[in-house]
């Protein structure tokens, strides 16, 4: 069963919001505290849970390559927490700095897309068992 090219497409645009915020950590705090310890605390722990963060998106993201229903639903949660998380700091990124509020919209945007393409047909069927089960007759 081969995947679709819309699946791989929003993968790869969760990959790349991941390494945009890795990017967005060492634009915003470096903004805010400069060059302090508490920044250099600020970092480390930002990259603690960003790295964490990859080790949940590759497993959910393996899931979703392989059709798993309940791992699109659970991507769909992690980006409305992420949403609201986004619109609730964007007044303070926004009077802080122009660059990481424009990555965070960026981010954002990417992630809309992705949740958009995994949502929408040709990506729907893929989590549908009769989709799965006729996209197998098909390339079999």
């Given at each position: 069963m081969r995947l679709p090219g819309t699946?791989?497409?929003?993968?790869?645009m969760i990959w790349a919001s991941l390494v945009l915020s890795i990017a967005n950590l060492f634009l915003y705090p470096a903004s805010q505290s400069a060059h302090t310890a508490?920044?250099?605390?600020?970092v480390i722990i930002g990259?603690?849970?960003?790295?964490?963060a990859f080790a949940v998106y590759?497993?959910?993201?393996?899931?979703?390559?392989?059709?798993?229903?309940w791992?699109?639903?659970?991507?769909?949660?992690?980006?409305?927490?992420?949403l609201l998380a986004f619109l609730?700091?964007?007044?303070?990124?926004?009077?802080?700095s122009d660059t990481s509020?424009?990555?965070?919209?960026?981010n954002m945007m990417l992630q809309g897309a992705?949740?958009?393409?995994l949502y929408t047909s040709p990506g729907k069927e893929w989590f549908s068992q009769d989709g799965v089960k006729k996209k197998e007759k098909q390339y079999a």
């Open positions: 699946i791989s497409a929003a993968i790869y508490s920044h250099h605390e600020d990259l603690t849970v960003i790295f964490g590759f497993f959910v993201l393996s899931k979703i390559a392989s059709s798993t229903s791992a699109r639903m659970l991507y769909l949660i992690f980006y409305f927490n992420e609730l700091s964007l007044p303070h990124l926004l009077q802080s509020a424009a990555v965070s919209v960026v992705a949740l958009a393409l």
